[in-house]
């Protein structure tokens, strides 16, 4: 159950970023862009949500695509091709909502590249024109650039070092767009939180749509324990079943900042013993 | 001579339950009690005076042959008990640590007229871990296989009990369970110190070995809607119990204030992922210093015995009535209040207060009075004016009841659902939904209620399954 059928590295040194393949036949045939899975590696292991970057129905495969950030990425990441994945649970969450909106602008910041993927290609498949903008903190950690091309009309590049693609950050790219005069009918954001914030502060005064893929804290990811909750539009919302995606303009980024924040000395013990235990 | 029996028998005084001294156990999670022994098992069970018109078998949801398992008890027949209560109990270790007994079976004892009554529960704890310490496992008569097959949606003790009595009819019986391991509220809810996992864990291990099969990580609705079990996957009848987990909040300010918890997730965290023994096991929980839990049954106490053990100096319960109207068992309601648990009657939350950082630091509550009688028949609570005050908290946790989740029934088109959400079935005996084929029972059918309610319908729904599939 659950092998490991591949397993790339896209960035070796800390925090790595890999890759894997797995065997999934019944999540596959009901995944839908936008949707996410819940994974433990060990019997004393946590829960934790990745999102299905990419699959292949004839294989009965989806991807998973994620960087060492603690314990429990760090000890995924040991894995090697012919493991198994102790429990997956997925696919979980709302499949995003694809129609035919025009023009459509995805922004994938860092590692948030993978997740824009299956949806950037499901809104490139329903007529959309596409223009996808990565961003990356220096050019060797910049991820799924070909599949992107793939799936979209035009690809733009940022890199906070300048090493690759323009000198700057995603919003930059994104403000000089709509400053130019293109007309943009939606923009779907995911990658880090604040990235996400500034996003959706670029695209409001324009009143233009923007989806935001929330990475909160979760449990069970079936609705069960409201760990994953978050206010959007002054109401509580659960990620893992009213989302992921919300309305970027009515999520109180702070609040939820502030709420994966609630771990971070636990996390960070997790973390040295993890590290510990490998040396 | 015959009286000179009664009368000696009405001196035996109801035999204590031995457990873990109060200050220890509030700092450990092993069971607070032990079970009874040999000898309070037999000083028990000869006070029962096996009326002929035993008024304690109505008193139990399943009408357990309470008598008889008692009588074979004084004979010291343990295993012939064991027999007597596995024809109606499936879960007779569980229920008899988790029964409201005070409620049902005891508190219709005759006994209990004149003195306390016959502690039923615990003769029955005994009985069921004797057998599991010195019985033997008996393949129980299987029906030849039928070639039928059922899916059960959910394993806690609606689902298992269903499991159970299907499997030996013949159909084949997969139970579908969203979360990693099986037991539902058993294992993510209840504790371990006052259910041990490893007594669930021996009913599931039970089931596997007669032939149920499990699927754990399978989300119904996600994964497989029900529709797609029966018609690409050759299910013949479904079974929903899938039980009422979603957590309802307080609906007051400042409730996603990190340290405000549901009471799911607080339990989740230390019961289902071992949070309490981080960083062992990778899930963290807060150790507390300050905890108020909202709510007064038996998930609060739950809740509020687990802050404790987590190292909590404060630990409250909050309750909006008074003490005679908490919902908990009384027992536990004892063991809280001997552990250190301070409650707080006649008091509602208003806001949850936090600082800067996002982190909760106290909360506004409001002093109530017990006005007129409610449809539910208890003194509705009335704010008194005025009475506002602030408790220095660093965590609060609401256990103010769970809902239905409406994974399943959003994506079962046909089926009739009541205003709350819960499924209608035509009657607790059928558990006949109004989808044809798709039966349901335990707390999705009657909204959060007791173990030992679930494990019935779970029986009923496996024998109505049972008709509809010999048709
Ligand atoms: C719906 C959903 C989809 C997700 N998809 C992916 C995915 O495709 N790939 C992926 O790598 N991650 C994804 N995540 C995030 C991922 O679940 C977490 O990063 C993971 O829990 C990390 O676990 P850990 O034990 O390795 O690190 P932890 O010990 O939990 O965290 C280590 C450090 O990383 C920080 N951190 C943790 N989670 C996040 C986060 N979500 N955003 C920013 N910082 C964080 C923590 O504050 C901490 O400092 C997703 C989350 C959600 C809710
Ligand atoms: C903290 C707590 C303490 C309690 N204490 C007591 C007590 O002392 N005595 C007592 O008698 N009762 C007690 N109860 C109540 C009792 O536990 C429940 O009434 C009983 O467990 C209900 O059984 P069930 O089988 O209907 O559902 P549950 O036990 O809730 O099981 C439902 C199962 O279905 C699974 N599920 C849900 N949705 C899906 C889906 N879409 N797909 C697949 N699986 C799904 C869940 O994960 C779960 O495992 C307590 C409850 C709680 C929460
Ligand atoms: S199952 Fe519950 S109600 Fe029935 S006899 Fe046992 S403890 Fe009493
Ligand atoms: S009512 Fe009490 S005394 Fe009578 S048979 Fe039942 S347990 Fe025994
Ligand atoms: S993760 Fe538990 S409700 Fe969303």
């Given at each position: 159950?659950?092998?490991?059928?591949?397993?790339?590295?896209?960035?070796?040194?800390?925090?790595?970023?890999k890759e894997?393949?797995?065997?999934?036949?019944?999540?596959?045939?009901?995944?839908?862009?936008?949707?996410?899975?819940?994974?433990?590696?060990?019997?004393?292991?946590?829960?934790?949500?990745?999102?299905v970057?990419?699959?292949?129905?004839?294989?009965?495969?989806?991807?998973?695509?994620?960087?060492?950030?603690?314990?429990?990425?760090?000890?995924?990441?040991?894995?090697?091709k012919?493991?198994?994945?102790?429990?997956?649970?997925?696919?979980?969450?709302?499949?995003?909502?694809?129609?035919?909106?025009?023009?459509?602008?995805?922004?994938?910041?860092g590692?948030?590249?993978?997740?824009?993927?299956?949806?950037?290609?499901a809104?490139?498949?329903?007529?959309?024109?596409?223009?996808?903008?990565?961003?990356?903190?220096?050019?060797?950690?910049?991820?799924?650039?070909?599949?992107?091309?793939?799936?979209?009309?035009?690809?733009?590049?940022?890199?906070?070092?300048?090493?690759?693609?323009?000198?700057?950050?995603?919003?930059?790219?994104?403000?000089?767009?709509?400053?130019?005069?293109?007309?943009?009918?939606l923009?779907?954001?995911i990658?880090?939180?604040?990235?996400?914030k500034?996003?959706?502060?670029v695209?409001?005064?324009?009143?233009?749509?923007?989806?935001?893929?929330?990475?909160?804290?979760?449990?069970?990811?079936?609705?069960?324990?409201?760990?994953?909750?978050?206010?959007v539009?002054?109401?509580?919302?659960?990620?893992?079943?009213?989302?992921p995606?919300?309305?970027?303009?009515?999520?109180?980024?702070?609040?939820?900042?502030?709420?994966?924040?609630?771990?971070?000395?636990?996390?960070?013990?997790?973390?040295e013993?993890?590290?510990?235990?490998?040396? | 001579?015959?009286?000179?029996?009664?009368?000696?028998?009405?001196?035996?005084?109801?035999?204590?339950?031995?457990?873990?001294?109060?200050?220890e156990?509030?700092?450990?999670f092993?069971?607070?009690?032990?079970?009874?022994?040999?000898?309070?098992?037999?000083?028990?069970?000869?006070?029962?005076?096996?009326?002929?018109?035993?008024?304690?078998?109505?008193?139990?949801?399943?009408?357990?042959?309470?008598?008889?398992?008692i009588?074979?008890?004084?004979?010291g027949?343990?295993?012939?008990?064991?027999?007597?209560?596995?024809?109606?109990?499936?879960?007779?270790?569980?229920?008899?640590?988790?029964?409201?007994q005070?409620?049902?079976?005891?508190?219709?004892?005759?006994?209990?007229?004149?003195?306390?009554?016959?502690?039923?529960?615990?003769?029955?704890?005994?009985?069921?871990?004797?057998?599991a310490?010195?019985?033997?496992?008996?393949?129980?008569?299987?029906?030849?296989?039928?070639?039928?097959?059922?899916?059960?949606?959910?394993?806690?003790?609606?689902?298992?009990?269903?499991?159970?009595?299907?499997?030996?009819?013949?159909?084949d019986?997969?139970?579908?369970?969203?979360?990693?391991?099986?037991?539902?509220?058993?294992?993510?809810?209840?504790?371990?110190?006052?259910?041990?996992?490893?007594?669930?864990?021996?009913?599931?291990?039970?089931?596997?070995?007669?032939?149920?099969?499990?699927?754990?990580?399978?989300?119904?609705?996600?994964?497989?809607?029900v529709?797609?079990?029966?018609?690409?996957?050759?299910?013949?009848?479904?079974?929903?119990?899938?039980?009422?987990?979603?957590?309802?909040?307080?609906?007051?300010?400042?409730?996603?204030?990190?340290?405000?918890?549901?009471?799911?997730?607080?339990?989740?965290?230390?019961?289902?992922?071992?949070?309490?023994?981080?960083?062992?096991?990778?899930?963290?929980i807060?150790?507390?210093k300050?905890?108020?839990?909202?709510?007064?049954?038996?998930?609060?106490?739950?809740?509020?015995?687990?802050?404790?053990?987590?190292?909590?100096?404060?630990?409250y319960?909050?309750?909006?009535?008074?003490?005679?109207?908490?919902?908990?068992?009384?027992?536990?309601?004892?063991?809280?209040?001997?552990?250190?648990?301070?409650?707080?009657?006649?008091?509602?939350?208003?806001?949850?207060?936090?600082?800067?950082?996002?982190?909760?630091?106290?909360?506004?509550?409001?002093?109530m009075?017990?006005?007129?009688?409610?449809?539910?028949?208890?003194?509705?609570?009335?704010?008194?004016k005025?009475?506002?005050?602030?408790?220095?908290?660093?965590?609060?946790?609401?256990?103010?009841?769970?809902?239905?989740?409406?994974?399943?029934?959003?994506?079962?088109?046909?089926?009739?659902?009541?205003?709350?959400?819960?499924?209608?079935?035509?009657?607790?005996?059928?558990?006949?939904?109004?989808?044809?084929?798709v039966?349901?029972?335990?707390?999705?059918?009657?909204?959060?209620?007791?173990?030992?309610?679930?494990?019935?319908?779970?029986?009923?729904?496996?024998?109505?399954?049972?008709?509809?599939?010999?048709?």
């Amino acid at each position: 159950m659950n092998e490991i059928t591949d397993k790339k590295v896209w960035w070796s040194d800390a925090p790595a970023i890999k890759e894997f393949v797995v065997r999934a036949p019944w999540i596959v045939e009901k995944h839908k862009a936008g949707q996410f899975v819940i994974l433990r590696v060990s019997e004393n292991g946590e829960r934790i949500p990745l999102t299905v970057s990419d699959k292949d129905l004839k294989k009965g495969t989806i991807n998973i695509l994620f960087q060492e950030m603690g314990a429990t990425t760090i000890k995924l990441g040991k894995l090697n091709k012919g493991d198994n994945i102790l429990d997956l649970t997925g696919p979980l969450g709302k499949p995003t909502h694809i129609e035919k909106f025009g023009t459509v602008v995805c922004v994938g910041g860092g590692i948030g590249v993978a997740p824009v993927h299956p949806i950037a290609q499901a809104l490139k498949e329903a007529g959309n024109r596409v223009i996808s903008i990565l961003g990356a903190r220096t050019k060797g950690i910049l991820i799924y650039e070909d599949l992107m091309r793939k799936c979209s009309d035009e690809v733009r590049i940022t890199t906070d070092d300048g090493s690759y693609g323009r000198h700057g950050f995603v919003t930059d790219e994104l403000k000089g767009m709509i400053e130019s005069g293109m007309k943009i009918d939606l923009v779907v954001a995911i990658g880090p939180p604040i990235m996400m914030k500034m996003v959706c502060k670029v695209t409001e005064p324009y009143k233009i749509p923007t989806y935001a893929s929330l990475n909160t804290i979760m449990l069970d990811g079936s609705g069960m324990c409201g760990a994953c909750r978050v206010t959007v539009g002054g109401k509580t919302k659960f990620v893992c079943v009213d989302g992921p995606e919300f309305d970027g303009h009515q999520v109180d980024f702070d609040e939820m900042m502030a709420r994966l924040r609630q771990y971070m000395d636990e996390e960070k013990i997790a973390k040295e013993i993890c590290q510990k235990n490998t040396m | 001579m015959a009286e000179e029996k009664k009368k000696k028998k009405a001196k035996i005084p109801r035999q204590p339950m031995p457990e873990q001294d109060p200050h220890e156990r509030a700092k450990n999670f092993s069971e607070v009690t032990y079970g009874f022994t040999a000898e309070l098992s037999l000083n028990e069970a000869v006070r029962c005076i096996q009326c002929k018109k035993p008024l304690c078998i109505d008193g139990c949801p399943v009408s357990i042959n309470i008598p008889e398992f008692i009588k074979k008890v004084a004979e010291g027949d343990i295993l012939g008990a064991a027999k007597v209560i596995k024809e109606s109990n499936f879960l007779p270790a569980i229920c008899g640590r988790v029964c409201p007994q005070e409620d049902q079976c005891e508190m219709v004892c005759v006994v209990g007229v004149k003195d306390k009554p016959v502690a039923i529960g615990r003769l029955e704890r005994y009985v069921a871990d004797y057998e599991a310490l010195h019985g033997k496992f008996e393949m129980p008569k299987m029906a030849p296989k039928t070639g039928k097959k059922v899916a059960i949606i959910g394993s806690g003790p609606a689902g298992l009990a269903c499991a159970g009595d299907l499997i030996k009819t013949g159909h084949d019986v997969t139970i579908f369970e969203a979360l990693h391991k099986a037991g539902g509220v058993l294992v993510y809810g209840i504790p371990e110190f006052r259910l041990p996992k490893a007594i669930v864990e021996r009913e599931l291990d039970y089931l596997k070995k007669i032939g149920v099969e499990f699927r754990l990580n399978h989300v119904i609705g996600k994964i497989r809607t029900v529709d797609e079990l029966m018609k690409s996957d050759g299910y013949h009848a479904v079974f929903l119990a899938n039980g009422a987990g979603l957590p309802q909040f307080m609906n007051i300010a400042g409730e996603n204030l990190n340290g405000v918890y549901s009471a799911n997730e607080f339990l989740t965290r230390n019961n289902l992922m071992k949070a309490y023994q981080f960083p062992e096991y990778d899930t963290p929980i807060k150790r507390f210093k300050n905890v108020a839990v909202i709510g007064g049954g038996n998930t609060a106490m739950d809740a509020v015995r687990t802050a404790l053990r987590l190292g909590a100096d404060n630990a409250y319960i909050i309750y909006r009535r008074s003490r005679d109207e908490m919902p908990a068992r009384k027992e536990e309601i004892e063991h809280a209040e001997h552990e250190g648990v301070k409650f707080i009657m006649l008091t509602a939350p208003l806001r949850v207060i936090g600082n800067e950082k996002g982190w909760v630091t106290g909360l506004e509550c409001i002093k109530m009075e017990l006005g007129e009688p409610d449809e539910s028949g208890r003194r509705r609570p009335i704010p008194v004016k005025g009475s506002e005050f602030i408790i220095n908290l660093d965590a609060v946790i609401a256990a103010i009841g769970t809902n239905s989740n409406p994974l399943v029934a959003q994506t079962t088109p046909g089926l009739e659902l009541n205003k709350w959400g819960y499924i209608v079935v035509d009657n607790e005996k059928t558990c006949r939904t109004s989808k044809k084929g798709v039966f349901a029972g335990g707390d999705i059918v009657t909204g959060a209620a007791t173990v030992i309610l679930a494990m019935g319908a779970g029986r009923s729904a496996a024998k109505s399954i049972d008709e509809y599939l010999s048709l």
